[in-house]
């Protein structure tokens, strides 16, 4: 470790600040950091485990189809909180672990133009909860109906399937960018998973017990309660109203994001 | 909105920190291919001061500019800053070599420029080491790297021999010498008057958040401390001392005829015992040190002070 001259190199360094390299940057960030590989795995296995005891576990095959059908969804969705926590836990990571030790103040001397930076890390957490939420559903779905068996077999057409499983993952990329956002802007980890809970589950229930019809209303389109329309395999609602439950989340999102953009940007570091 | 020849200006910058003022009215140029020592004692607002060149930190008031515009608004700011503020402020679960990828990555730097850096500094054996296992000269190696990483035409260094070994001090100081030998501009804080002594071209020198003195370094130097002679007279000094306040000098004299003397030149000194028919046993032009106009100009802006002990 002696003096050394910066020598001329062979390759040739000529490089310009791009969204498409600072999401590479990001993604790397993230996979970098063990914890974040983790939670990934977890939230990837656990679910398809849960949906497979689950029907192991059941006693006898249901007789119809639509009953079949049902056993296979609930096994899938009914415990849709344990995937879901486990990435909110993922994109905290991806937010709070640029305030660990300062670290930001690396990142935004290399990207002073910060909301970049807010943007890039979305990416890595819209991208990574959908497709795993997506591929863990559709594989538990898969082995369910595989492993309960009769016939005619539960498909991935079936009624209300596709819904499921693409719903369930929009509304937990939802929960990961809001958990992403919180970290943002509260840059600890543990300040952060409270908060977003506390968003999804506790506010709407809070709101819902004050009995004034705006209340109501404004409480119905929070994105804890507009996620139950996407995951769940019957709905009374019409499909208008479905449409409606995935602009509500995506606002709310969008909302969240544009709010922690603002603040990491004003921020001095 | 460029001027030649500088690289990173500063107009009557201030920064609060709700009542704090962390700096007061800056204004100072950092020129090409200089090596700048940014100088002052501890809570002076150097540190405040390279963070908001960089965009970290955003003034209360004033303007700052690098290549003549916002740094924010380079298209490359990785080729164009390099910086090291704090050389801990990595994760530390990270390995060395992710770390400074991920930063490459940015400016869509080859992966190739990342082994070249760590080469450069040594930390090509623990690259696949967490951060968090290194020590402090590893890790102030690494943010070297990573300040050298997309060839900038500037360093930002903080305090970058701060908890270095002697080897460690000697490595950087090296390798400031020999990047600004190749045109690379240096702006280098410190709180060691001898680093700078060794390394700056130019110094800003700062405390409590204000300018103090700004120019090459012997300017500086000169302005804040004059220089003295120091003369040893062999028999009565009394007749040189009096030619020497005749002339416009100071005199303090010591025992054993020593005399020294401030405001003259060496030579008129001589001249001058020449004429009083004194004879010198010694004539030494005694220079000014950095620590000396260090602490001329600071004496009233060090932030926390010992009580003068008695």
Known sequence: MTATTPAPSSTQAAGRLTFGGIVASESLKARSLRSVRWLVALALLIPIAIAVITVLSQGTVPARPADRLAAVLGAVSDTNYIPLLLLVSFATVVATSEYERGAASVTFAVVPRRTAIVLAKVVVAVVTSFVVSLVSGTVSFLLASGILGGAPAVTLASPDVARVLAGTALAQAASATIALSVGLMLRSSIATVAATLGFIYVVPALLQAIPVQAVLWFAGTLPGPESTALEVPDISSTPGSLAWSVVAILAWTAATVALASVVVRRRDV | ?310
């Open chain 2, 1 to 310: 909105m460029r001027r030649a020849g500088v690289v990173i200006e500063l107009e009557n910058v201030t920064k609060r920190y709700g009542e704090t003022v962390a700096v007061d009215d800056l204004s100072f140029v950092v020129r090409t291919g200089r090596v700048t020592g940014l100088l002052g004692p501890n809570g002076a607002g150097k540190s405040t001061t390279m963070r908001m060149i960089l965009n970290l930190h955003r003034p209360t008031s004033g303007v700052i500019r690098v290549d003549g515009r916002p740094f924010a608004d380079d298209p490359a700011p990785l080729c164009a800053v390099g910086a090291m503020l704090d050389a801990h402020a990595v994760h530390p679960g990270r390995t060395a070599r992710d770390h400074l990828r991920s930063i490459a990555m940015t400016h869509r730097l080859s992966p190739g420029r990342v082994d070249e850096v760590l080469e450069l500094v040594g930390l090509s054996a623990v690259a696949g080491r967490r951060v968090g296992a290194f020590s402090l000269g590893m890790g102030q190696r690494l943010g070297i790297a990573a300040a050298l990483l997309g060839r900038p035409h500037t360093l930002v260094l903080d305090e970058p021999v701060n908890g270095l070994d002697p080897d460690g001090v000697v490595w950087v100081r090296d390798l400031v010498r020999s990047l600004a030998a190749s045109g690379t501009t240096v702006l280098i804080s410190s709180h060691l008057m001898s680093e700078m002594a060794q390394t700056a071209d130019d110094l800003i020198v700062m405390g409590r958040g204000k300018l103090l003195a700004a120019g090459p370094m012997d300017e500086v130097v000169a302005a804040a401390v004059a220089g003295s002679v120091r003369v040893r007279v062999d028999g009565d000094p009394a007749p040189l001392s009096a030619a020497l306040g005749e002339a416009g000098g100071g005199v303090n004299r010591a025992e054993d005829g020593v005399l020294t003397v401030t405001g003259l030149a060496s030579e008129k000194v001589g001249a001058l015992a020449l004429r009083s028919s004194t004879v010198l046993a010694e004539l030494v032009p005694q220079h000014a040190s950095l620590e000396e106009a260090f602490f001329a100009l600071t004496t009233d802006s060090v932030e926390y002070s010992a009580p003068e002990a008695s």
